[in-house]
Structure formats: C-alpha cells, structure tokens
C-alpha cells in the first residue's frame, strides 16, 4: 500500500503459543466463488526463534541451516543454531531508510554453497532528493559482506513509497526482481525500471530473450510491466509459472500469473479505488487482470508456494503474509490461499490473526515448516508447525 500512519502493536511475543485460523467464505474479501468448497481451518504452534527485530523486511535459509533476516533501517541479522546474533552482519551498503524504504530484500544465489553470492534490493539515496530502487551482490563469508557492489540501480524518484522489492531465481538460472511505482506514469513507461518486473542475468545485467530487448523505446531487462508496488514474488512449483502479489491504491491488492512481455495495468486500470474515492477503470483489453484480488485491502507481503509434508492440507496452497485486515490497522495475519486442479481459488484463511501484528515475509524452510516476520518496532522470526 502507499505509505500509512502505522499503528504498532505492543503485544509481546512468548516463546510458544497456538493459533486457530479462522477459515474464510470464499467470497469474503472480494472474489466470488460460487458453490466452492470453504477452506478447512488448520491449528497451528507458533514458536518465537528470534525478537528485538527492527521492522524486518526478508529471511533467507543458507546450506549450513543458519538464517539472514534484514531490518528495514538497513541492517543485515544472523541466526545461527536458533539463536540470533547480537551484532550485525559488517558490510551492508548505507540505505535510504525512511518510512517504507530502506533495506529489503535477502537472497542467496543457487549455488551459494560454491560462490557464497548473495543479492539484496534496498532503497539508495541519488542525491539529497532523489532515491532509486538498487539491487547489490556481495559474497558472505559467514560474518560480513565482501565484494559488495550495486549492480542495477533503477531510475531514480523523489519520494519514500512504492520502493517494494523483492527477487526470485527462475529454472532458467535468470534473476527476476520486482520494483515499485505507486505514483505517476512510470509503470507504463517503457524507459523506466520502476513499476516493472525484471529478469536479469545473475550480474544484473539483462537476460537474453527478454521480450523487450530489440524494441526501440523499452528497457532490455523489462520482463512485465504495469505493476504498482509488487512485495511477493514466486514460481508455482507445478506449472512452472512466475506470480507476484502487489499492493492496490484502497482496495484492489493482487495476485498475478506474470506472462513475458505482459501489461498489468497499473495505473491506468485497477480493482481498487483512488484515495480520493471513484473506482479506477476495470481491466480491459491489452491488461492482464489478477487471478486473486482483495477489496478491501490486506497490503499482502511476503508469499510462498508450500510444498512440504508437515502441512499435507496445504499442498500448493499459497502463503501471504499479510499487513492489514480489511484495510483496518492492527489485524495483520498470514493468508492461505487455495486452488484446484485448474489454479482456480477455492477457499482462503486466515492465520495468526491472533498475534494482531503484521506479516512481512513468510517462506518454507528446508525442515517443510513455515517461517514468518512480523513488520513491527519489536518484530520476530516465528516458525509454524502443525499443533499437536
């Protein structure tokens, strides 16, 4: 979403507790479903790993079983043997750290075990006025980041939100990274980086057969456009497909199957409404519209296929992390999202609503268990595994 006041919860995280997922109506937040069946609530344990976080943003799972988890304010925390270092990870470059910009976020590269690579997207100061959207690699020698360079950096803007990104490596060996653009024209600009989905080559330079990279007026790494400000990205572990999740204007939050070359919509058309109040004009011909969409908002984060045995019932489910309820502040929770055969939805609930807080990142760990971040002053890195 665009930059809200922020209402922090103050609930304290215990080391353990349970949650029951309320399971939802189909239809409950905006997407009718006729007859299908409702989703059944599963009981979850909620184990607190690590607190003290400071807003963090993203986690990612190393080989040896340690966890990166970024902060926001542009510092880079490691989780060895369970336990969260006290100092941060040395080398991480200085971010432009202001209301939702700053330090995103965290991803190893395939054969990190080899190269020890790994990116991170963060917000950059340009000038006193001008931030952009970059992308850095580095190599992590398992206490600071080495080598670290800035090798994309998007056209810059003044302001502090729509500077979401997030990345994920494709079976293709290519690296696709998302950027924001929540005000003006830019996602429909052909010449800018913002708004857009990119696939590059893993030094960030673009990737070959690209669907725009012959064609006068359009940047090469521009792999889809007419995103708003995309905070979950994933391939679909069984077609094989990209997916992102963006956050709408008021109402309108979206789930897209992304086709090479596809125009989004953003800002031209939208399921959400304008913040000064009328409807933005429908999807129509030339826009791809969402496959899930939410009205009223739940400015959905962080996303994950799962594919795991501990939670059988969520076979291919999706996962979002979510930082409203409804669009009202305070009801932060974890989305499951379910599908049949065809990827058509069937069911969704709601997780962790509980807790009251909100949902940054959620991905599967190695262990078939799900990790979640809150997004809060006193954020944590909680595991979910089914309740006894």
Not at 109 to 116: G, R, S, T, V
Not at 176 to 200: C, D, F, P, V
Request: with cysteine; proline share 7%; net charge neutral.
């Amino acid at each position: 979403m665009s930059p809200r006041k922020y209402l922090y919860s103050s609930l304290l995280l215990i080391p353990a507790i349970f949650l029951a997922g309320a399971a939802l109506a189909p239809e409950a937040n905006g997407q009718p479903q006729g007859k299908a069946p409702k989703a059944r609530p599963t009981q979850v344990k909620v184990t607190t790993i690590a607190s003290g976080l400071n807003h963090p943003w993203s986690l990612a799972f190393l080989p040896n079983g340690d966890i990166l988890v970024t902060e926001r304010v542009g510092k880079l925390r490691l989780v060895h043997d369970g336990v969260l270092s006290p100092e941060p990870i040395a080398g991480v470059p200085k971010v432009h750290a202001v209301r939702l910009s700053g330090l995103m976020e965290i991803l190893p590269h395939p054969k990190f075990a080899q190269n020890q690579i790994v990116y991170l997207t963060y917000t950059k100061d340009i000038t006193d006025k001008l931030v952009a959207t970059t992308l850095a690699r580095a190599r992590f020698d398992g206490h600071q980041l080495l080598d670290v360079k800035d090798i994309l950096v998007c056209d810059p803007w003044a302001g502090d939100g729509g500077s979401g990104s997030r990345l994920a490596f494709g079976a293709d060996g290519m690296l696709y990274m998302t950027t924001g653009a929540s005000n003006g024209m830019a996602a429909q600009e052909g010449t800018s980086l913002r708004g857009k989905i990119l696939r590059l080559k893993d030094d960030g330079t673009p990737a070959p057969g690209n669907p725009f990279e012959h064609k006068a007026g359009y940047k090469a790494e521009i792999y889809s456009m007419g995103h708003r400000n995309s905070l979950g990205l994933a391939f679909n572990p069984v077609t094989g497909d990209l997916w992102n999740n963006e956050n709408g204007p008021y109402g309108g939050d979206e789930i897209n199957i992304i086709k090479p070359g596809g125009n989004y919509g953003w800002p031209l058309v939208s399921f959400g409404r304008d913040y000064s109040g009328p409807q933005i004009k429908s999807f129509g011909e030339g826009m791809i519209g969402p496959v899930v969409f939410w009205a009223p908002s739940i400015a959905p984060s962080g996303m994950a296929f799962y594919t795991g045995d501990k939670f059988p019932a969520w076979k291919n489910n999706v996962l979002v992390g979510a930082m409203l309820g409804g669009a009202v502040q305070g009801v932060g929770h974890l989305e499951r999202i379910i599908f049949n055969e065809s990827w058509d939805e069937t069911g969704r609930q709601s997780l962790l609503t509980d807790l009251k807080q909100r949902i940054r990142d959620v991905r599967q760990g190695p262990d078939g268990l799900v990790y979640v971040l809150t997004d809060e002053d006193n954020g944590a890195l909680m595991r979910l595994e089914p309740a006894q």
